[in-house]
């Protein structure tokens, strides 16, 4: 199927389903740049990514999402408009990988490419919450060009290692559970602080997200 091996089938289909969930538009484009520019040869479903429309719109989108991802408080409501976008999409995108010819895994992908976008997703939205309960705005920026980073990182070892991606693949799902866990628990130590001082009861503190506690060794995250 277009040069690549099932393995690099299956982890295409895992990268696009996951970077969705990060990255849609990022992912939309480099894929497509990747078709058009003759750098790979894209499986029969992901053709219409290159055409040239399409190119065009991805890439204006990734130019404002680029700034909007940056900017606290306003990522997070990029986020929330994208719960409905990013994980379809990263279903069908997944989907597409296999195509027609490949109806059983197509539905496969499809499945577990939305599952990994709303893993992404949901790792992503929760932390970048919970970042932006800092005035400072470094974390933020610092954290969006990481992800920025990641997408593309991920999807060029999909094609080139694909083994070696999907070893890394799987540890970072679990660090994405783990990332979610603690995002959520902060978040809604949070909410329950901010209802205690409206509501006149006394306020006992939030626990940080990320707390650094003392160690022998020195500093080390508390997890």
């Known amino acids: 199927m277009n040069g690549f091996d099932m393995s690099q089938l299956i982890a295409l289909a895992a990268a696009l389903g996951w970077a969705s969930g990060v990255r849609l538009y990022l992912v939309v484009l480099l894929v497509g740049l990747a078709g058009y520019l003759g750098w790979v040869p894209l499986p029969g479903g992901l053709h ?3 055409h040239p429309i399409v190119l065009a719109v991805s890439g204006f989108l990734v130019f404002v999402e680029f700034f909007a991802d940056k900017i606290p408080g306003l990522d997070s409501l990029w986020d929330m408009v994208h719960t409905a976008i990013r994980i379809p999409a990263g279903a069908a995108l997944a989907a597409s990988v296999f195509g027609a010819d490949h109806a059983v895994m197509a539905v496969v992908a499809a499945l577990l490419g939305g599952g990994f ?8 939205a929760t932390t970048r919450a919970a970042i932006n309960t800092s005035p400072e705005p470094f974390s933020n920026i610092g954290t969006s060009l990481v992800e920025d980073a990641a997408v ?3 999807l060029w070892l999909a094609v080139a290692h694909p083994l070696i991606f999907l070893v890394l693949f799987v540890l970072l799902l679990v660090f994405s559970v783990w990332l979610i866990r603690k995002s959520w628990r902060f978040l809604r130590g949070l909410v329950s602080r901010l209802t205690r001082i409206f509501s006149g009861k006394p306020d006992p503190g939030v626990e940080p997200a990320f707390r650094l506690k003392k160690s022998s060794t020195g500093d080390t995250p508390n997890v």
């Open 152 to 154: 593309p990182t991920g």
């Open 117 to 124: 976008a709303a893993t992404a997703h949901a790792a992503k």
């Open 48 to 50: 219409v990514l290159a």
